[in-house]
């Protein structure tokens, strides 16, 4: 594997019974890049997300992440290879109980041996790289969706990770936060210099977000490009949905593995 590919999934298949949802799936992502999975509802953006992160394991392939084979590691040495990752989980998934800079320090309490200081203190820096200075003590009820979200990536990025992982970062939010959650992505990844993997259905998200785009379909990556290469694609099934036709090739049923 060349060394400027940080994560590669190579025949990676995966079925839950009779649904088989991955099949033969093909995917690299190179150090400093944000690529971007889309694909219908249902076609295995989360699993893949999953596989990405250890929390799945495949039934053939492999998942590589800076060389080596997760999908080979115990669960021991997989907790070390997360803590290369962030994840913005796409409702934020914060804790209703804890306040603002409990929910963002969750990590660093359990995960280092900082005292409360000091978590507070860095708590309070990844809150001001994500523009939310001085809501430490708020609860999420107290929080617009679109704080929430800033909130969750504040998270996710408490722990300095190597890559972050995008569950569908703007569903819930109107067009005006989601551009500009989308733009805080990109101004984060450069600040930081992460690596990013994102799904999305979005595709005002994904162009503006994206490096690459990757089309996921029955199980596969169809095509890799750039935004301009899948805005003019002459791939008929890419084409029918980053243009969110409903004449085409792929079908409403297809929409439901």
């Known amino acids: 594997m060349s ?3 940080l ?26 890049e944000t690529m971007v999975v889309i694909g219908g509802s249902g076609t295995g953006k989360s699993v893949l997300l999953k596989h990405v992160i250890g929390l799945l394991r495949p039934d053939s392939g492999q998942v590589i992440v800076d060389g080596q084979d997760i999908t080979k590691l115990r669960e021991t040495a997989l907790v070390k290879v997360r803590h290369k990752f962030g994840m913005l989980f ?13 929910n963002v320090g969750f990590g660093l309490m359990e995960h280092t ?12 820096e990844k ?6 200075s001085g809501i430490e003590d708020l ?18 990025i408490a722990l300095d990770p190597e890559i972050l992982l995008y569950d569908e970062p703007t569903t819930g939010l ?25 799904i999305t259905h979005d595709m005002a998200s994904a162009y503006k977000i994206g490096d690459r785009i990757a089309m996921l379909y029955k199980g596969k990556i ?3 490009g750039t935004p301009e290469e899948i805005k003019n694609t002459d791939n008929l099934f890419v084409r029918q949905f980053v243009t969110g036709s409903a004449v085409g090739p792929i079908t409403r049923g297809e929409q439901a593995i």
Do not use: C
């Not at 590669?8 to 099949?23: A, I, M, N, P, R």
């Not at 609860?139 to 969750?152: D, I």
């Open 3 to 5: 060394a400027d590919i």
């Open 7 to 32: 994560i590669q999934t190579v025949d990676l298949y995966k079925s839950f019974g009779d649904k088989h949802v991955l099949q033969g799936l093909n995917l690299e992502i190179r150090r400093g």
């Open 90 to 102: 796409q409702g934020a998934a914060l804790f209703d109980s804890l306040s603002v800079w409990e």
């Open 113 to 124: 041996k900082l005292k409360k200081a000091e978590i507070r203190e860095r708590v309070a």
């Open 127 to 132: 809150l001001a790289v994500v523009g939310l």
């Open 139 to 156: 609860r999420p009820a107290e929080l617009s969706g679109g704080m929430k979200k800033r909130v969750g990536l504040a998270r996710a």
């Open 174 to 198: 109107d067009p005006i936060m989601a551009d500009a959650i989308n733009d805080l992505i990109v101004e984060t990844k450069h600040k930081l210099k992460t690596t990013g993997l994102a």
């Open 222 to 224: 169809i095509q890799v």
